[in-house]
C-alpha cells in the first residue's frame, strides 16, 4: 500500500511538473508587461471560471459557509492549484468549529507569511490520493497523507474517525471526495 500510494504521490508531481513546463513554453517570448515574482496575480487552473462541470474540492470549499477558515488557510499556503488537479484526492475538511478549537492564536499565527510552509504541511496532512467513501475507508488502519505521514483510521460503531477526526459528512467533487471532519488533523512532524 505504501508503495501505490508512494506511487501515486510521484506520479501527482511529475504531471504537475510537466503542467508547469508546458505552460511555461507556451507563453511568448518577448513580452512587453513582464510580471513581477512578487505579483499578486493568481494564475492555475484554481482560478479558471467554470460554472458547467462538477465542482473539484477546492469550489466545494469555497462554496461552503463552514469553511471559510480552510479556505482562507488554503489561501495562504498558496495550495490552490494542488486541489483542483484530476486526482481523485480525498480532502478531509476541518470545520470553522474545528479550527476555532485550536489554541487560542494558532490559526492567526499559522496565516502568517512566515509560517507559510508549517502551514502547508498541517493543510497536506488532510489529503490522501484515492476517492473512498466513508464505508469504504473502514477497511484501512492507516492512510498515507500527501504530506509523506501516516493518519489513523478508526471505526467505532458507525463513525470513522481519522487521525482522530470524525467524519460527520461526505460530497462527492469532480476530482474526488470531501470528508468533512469535526477537528484539525495535526501532522505528528
Not at 9 to 23: A, D, G
Not at 87 to 92: A, D, S
Not at 93 to 115: M, R, S, Y
Not at 121 to 149: C, E, M, R
Amino acid at each position: 500500500m505504501k508503495t501505490n500510494l508512494n506511487y501515486l504521490l510521484s506520479m501527482l508531481l511529475v504531471v504537475l511538473f510537466f503542467n508547469c513546463k508546458n505552460n511555461k513554453e507556451q507563453q511568448p517570448a518577448d513580452s512587453s508587461n513582464p510580471v513581477e515574482a512578487t505579483s499578486d496575480k493568481k494564475e492555475g487552473q484554481a482560478f479558471i471560471e467554470d460554472d458547467a462541470s462538477t465542482p473539484n474540492v477546492l469550489q466545494i470549499a469555497i462554496g461552503s459557509k463552514d469553511h471559510t477558515t480552510l479556505v482562507a488557510a488554503v489561501q495562504a499556503a498558496n495550495l490552490e492549484n494542488a486541489l483542483v488537479n484530476a486526482g481523485p484526492l480525498m480532502v478531509f475538511a476541518p470545520t470553522n468549529d474545528a479550527f476555532a478549537a485550536l489554541p487560542a492564536g494558532t490559526v492567526e499565527n499559522l496565516l502568517k507569511p512566515e509560517n507559510k510552509a508549517t502551514l502547508a504541511n498541517i493543510l497536506l496532512n488532510h489529503v490522501t490520493p484515492g476517492n473512498y467513501s466513508k464505508d469504504f475507508l473502514k477497511k484501512f488502519k492507516n492512510l498515507g497523507q500527501a504530506n509523506n505521514q501516516k493518519v489513523k483510521v478508526e471505526v467505532v460503531g458507525d463513525d470513522v474517525f481519522i487521525g482522530g477526526a470524525k467524519i460527520i459528512a461526505s460530497i462527492s467533487a469532480g476530482n474526488g471526495i470531501v470528508h468533512v471532519v469535526d477537528k484539525v488533523i495535526l501532522p505528528e512532524n
